[in-house]
């Protein structure tokens, strides 16, 4: 089964995605979450992918104003400049997850940029020819392409409805 974990910006899918996964009770499954980076209670800088299991991190985004020298820029949206390494990071723990047959997997968040087969859009694809249950995060105004996308038919729901929230995970 695919679940799809949808709410607006920063009403807190990732927040919920993780709590799913901690709420199983011998912790089975496995895969990543990106947090928002606020180092030193500073300002919002970007994203990390963290791994569920083991809490392994690299950054994944970071804004324009914040772009470490040397960065090794693969896409641009918006104010956001994202890593290479980083998806090459996420594509790892994706194959790790399939080789040692783990399951359910858990994939924060599928948006524009998988939708233009960018992004986690090729490992996703590949999650989903293993008949796994998958958790994804969406925002809402992209469900229904995600599920053309991607032929995704049979699906649950899980809505966020809390109010803004600013939390770091």
């Known amino acids: 089964m695919i679940y799809i974990i949808t709410g607006e910006i920063n009403q807190g899918k990732t927040r919920r995605m993780i709590s799913i ?22 300002d ?23 772009v470490p020298p040397g960065w090794d820029e693969i896409y641009r ?3 956001f400049h994202f890593s290479k390494a ?3 990071f996420a594509e790892a723990i994706s194959d790790d997850i399939i080789a040692r047959d783990i399951n359910p997997v858990f994939i924060d968040e599928i948006g524009p940029l998988e939708l233009e087969g960018k992004g986690f859009a ?8 293993t008949g796994k249950d998958v958790y994804i ?3 809402n105004h992209c469900v229904e392409e995600v599920l053309r996308k991607f032929n995704i038919r ?14 770091t995970n």
Do not use: C, W
Request: glycine letters at 6%; charged letters at 25%.
């Open 44 to 66: 919002f800088t970007g994203y990390e992918i963290v791994r569920l299991s083991n809490n392994e991190k690299m950054p994944l985004a970071y804004r324009s104003q914040h």
């Open 86 to 88: 980083a998806f090459v």
């Open 77 to 79: 949206r918006g104010p």
């Open 137 to 139: 995060t969406v925002r």
């Open 21 to 42: 996964y901690r709420q199983q009770q011998t912790k089975q499954g496995d895969g990543f979450a990106s947090k928002k980076i606020f180092p030193d209670d500073a």
């Open 154 to 167: 049979e699906h649950e729901l899980i809505r966020v409805k809390t109010g803004p929230t600013n939390y």
């Open 122 to 129: 090729p490992l996703l694809e590949k999650i989903l020819t």
